[in-house]
């Protein structure tokens, strides 16, 4: 059995891993809105850069999910969920709430998924970048921390 962790993923954190998220899609042309969840998928933190595309609140959530659900970059999914491939199909269950392209992370403390991070907006770069960015606040602060 792995430690039990004594890292919060909290309202503080989220934000500021949304704002470097942001900033991250702002620095290479990209509006995105940028969702952060606890280890159970649940919301913690929204925000949508001024004038981001429509679909990006729902997909920015369910990314966030996908990645604490399935415990895996939603980058990763992709190729899994292609037909005939060994998850074919998976993006349909839970009424299409599972997403497989890239932009959701798992946050990892140790051998748990505390949270997960979701962009979209931009292209999948742009969102895999700006995830990224904003799972490197909650490294850091992992980190500051420490075990």
């Excluded at 001024?50 to 679909?55: F, K, R």
């Excluded at 292209?123 to 490294?139: E, N, P, W």
Aim: charged share 20%; with cysteine; glycine share 14%.
């Amino acid at each position: 059995m792995g430690r039990v962790s004594r890292f919060e993923l909290d309202l503080t954190l989220a934000q500021r891993m949304c704002a470097a998220a942001r900033a991250a899609a702002s620095d290479c042309g990209a509006l995105v809105s940028v969702a952060v969840v606890d280890g159970g998928g649940h919301l913690i933190c929204f925000e949508r850069m001024d004038a981001a595309e429509i679909a990006g609140p729902v997909l920015a959530r369910d990314k966030a999910h996908t990645a604490v659900a399935h415990r895996i970059a939603t980058a990763d999914l992709t190729a899994l969920v292609a037909p005939g491939a060994e998850l074919a199909g998976m993006n349909s269950a839970d009424g299409g709430r599972y997403v497989a392209f890239a932009g959701g992370l798992p946050l990892w403390d140790g051998d748990r998924v505390i949270g997960g991070i979701g962009v979209s907006g931009g292209t999948a770069a742009q969102d895999a970048a700006a995830a990224t960015a904003g799972a490197g606040q909650f490294t850091a602060e992992l980190a500051r921390v420490g075990p």
